[in-house]
């Protein structure tokens, strides 16, 4: 951000030092800390508007089809005994004493959740990959490095989210994205993540199964998380939104004719 | 009559022209708001439909069932797992997808895997082979003393009744 200050805004800086105490309104902005560069900014507001005029910009509803859902085996839920108070919304009925969940409403829940992802990676933001299924614990993790996101598939320590700032330093960044490949931790309580996020006004998207709290997560997908097959899906899914996304914002920079991607402007501070 | 066997054999040479027309046609309006079509339109409309039906048989039947007209409930009724029954004592093939030294893991297409004790002298089921296996139980749960909910064990149990030979189909064959 720095250097387009530099490179763009240098004559409009000195305008602004000008013209703000002739002005009724003194608004205290250091000029050397946000240079406005009103032409560098208009291009950015429409990078970053431009998504949100139309429901689904990023056509995530393409991704995934309910046969995809259904042979990935998404539908199976726990037996009658394990299940949640909370998840009979979202389940189809029960078969022999098994939960089949709804795939209509798991289309639907799907698609937002995704579409919520691609704003996010196209926005820039942080997005984390949390599950403790030891069984999937390496998928999630190259999941994240393919889509160049992080995860953490470890212990949680308690503070992790809640205590940054002591544990990691001062001014350290949180995500701006959680998702859940399984709310549960291994001893079938709720992952604590979920609630630590919501203190920390962290949006999430998790896969809740029949036997899950959906109530905290952000964008809860009703779905399976123990087939291995199912848990493929959704890291596919996940992978393909978030590369599609930061693709098109770079497509978007190169159309609006921003400066070519230089290495620090890797990460946008832009939100 | 007579304007029926007209339209009907002038019908090839007028494709060109007509399917010009109908494109046409759907650029210009946005939706039929003509009334009821008659005469010539009527006739093309049905030749059409009727074309585009015998194309459509013609070129696979397994494509259009499994298309995207089925719903969620029609999957789901169709599909080997309902069309089962009761797990107890089902006879599936399933796939032995890890061997830890005597323990074979195998999927057979329900949320679960199990796990059954290598027997005695089968040492050529690998990675991959198929088995048959007589299921128990698809997912293992128990309610206990003084729990609010069922404890699972995330696995379901089955019996190996030994390799699949390649030539007996016949049997229940779980999605995979």
């Given at each position: 951000m720095a250097v387009r200050a530099l490179t763009r805004g240098?004559?409009?800086?000195?305008?602004?030092?000008?013209?703000?105490?002739?002005?009724?309104?003194?608004?205290?902005?250091?000029?050397?800390?946000?240079?406005?560069?009103?032409?560098?900014?208009?291009?950015?507001?429409?990078?970053?508007?431009?998504?949100?005029?139309?429901?689904d910009f990023f056509r995530v509803a393409e991704l995934f089809s309910l046969k995809d859902l259904f042979d990935a085996r998404v539908h199976l839920g726990h037996k009658k005994g394990c299940r949640h108070r909370l998840m009979e919304p979202y389940l189809y009925g029960c078969r022999l004493d098994?939960?089949?969940?709804?795939?209509?409403?798991?289309?639907?829940?799907l698609q937002l959740a995704l579409n919520f992802t691609a704003h996010i990676a196209y926005r820039g933001g942080i997005i984390l990959f949390v599950s403790r299924r030891r069984q999937f614990g390496h998928l999630v993790e190259t999941t994240a490095k393919d889509c160049g996101e992080y995860a953490h598939?470890?212990?949680?320590?308690?503070?992790?989210?809640?205590?940054?700032?002591?544990?990691?330093?001062?001014g350290v960044r949180l995500p701006d994205l959680i998702i859940f490949l399984s709310t549960l931790n291994n001893v079938f309580q709720q992952h604590v993540g979920i609630r630590d996020a919501a203190k920390m006004n962290i949006p999430t998207v998790g896969v809740v199964d029949s036997n899950c709290n959906p109530s905290?997560?952000?964008?809860?997908?009703?779905?399976?998380?123990?087939?291995?097959?199912?848990?493929?899906?959704?890291?596919?899914?996940?992978?393909?939104?978030?590369?599609?996304?930061?693709?098109?914002?770079?497509?978007?920079?190169?159309?609006?004719?921003?400066?070519?991607?230089?290495?620090?402007?890797?990460?946008?501070?832009?939100? | 009559m007579a304007g029926l066997c007209r339209v009907v054999s002038g019908l090839q040479y007028r494709v060109r022209l007509s399917s010009r027309f109908l494109r046409s046609s759907f650029s210009s309006d946005s939706g039929p708001a003509e009334g009821p079509v008659s005469g010539f339109a009527a006739a093309?409309?049905?030749?059409?439909?009727?074309?585009?039906?015998?194309?459509?048989?013609?070129?696979?039947?397994?494509?259009?069932s499994s298309g995207p007209e089925l719903s969620f409930a029609a999957l789901l009724r169709r599909s080997p797992l309902i069309q089962m029954g009761p797990a107890k004592d089902a006879v599936v093939v399933g796939r032995v997808f890890r061997v830890v030294r005597d323990d074979l893991y195998i999927d057979f297409g329900g949320?679960?895997?199990?796990?059954?004790?290598?027997?005695?002298?089968?040492?050529?089921?690998?990675?991959?082979?198929r088995v048959r296996l007589r299921l128990q139980d698809m997912e293992l749960t128990a309610r206990f003393l003084?729990?609010?909910?069922?404890?699972?064990?995330?696995?379901?149990?089955?019996?190996?009744?030994?390799?699949?030979?390649?030539?007996?189909?016949?049997?229940?064959?779980?999605?995979?």
């Open positions: 240098f004559r409009y800086s000195r305008a602004a030092t000008v013209a703000s105490p002739c002005g009724g309104h003194h608004y205290v902005t250091a000029p050397s800390v946000k240079p406005p560069q009103p032409q560098a900014d208009d291009v950015t507001e429409k990078i970053l508007n431009q998504p949100l005029e139309k429901p098994h939960d089949i969940i709804d795939l209509d409403q798991t289309m639907e829940h598939t470890r212990y949680w320590q308690g503070g992790l989210l809640t205590n940054a700032n002591i544990q990691y330093g001062p905290l997560v952000t964008y809860p997908v009703p779905g399976n998380d123990d087939t291995p097959a199912a848990v493929e899906l959704y890291c596919r899914l996940f992978k393909m939104t978030i590369n599609r996304a930061k693709d098109r914002r770079k497509q978007m920079e190169l159309l609006h004719g921003l400066s070519a991607p230089t290495s620090q402007t890797s990460r946008y501070a832009l939100k | 093309f409309d049905q030749q059409e439909v009727l074309r585009r039906e015998t194309q459509s048989s013609a070129a696979g039947p397994k494509a259009s949320k679960f895997h199990c796990v059954c004790q290598r027997p005695a002298g089968a040492d050529g089921l690998q990675p991959g082979s003084g729990a609010s909910t069922d404890t699972t064990l995330l696995e379901a149990q089955a019996v190996l009744l030994g390799p699949k030979e390649a030539g007996s189909g016949g049997e229940h064959h779980q999605n995979d």
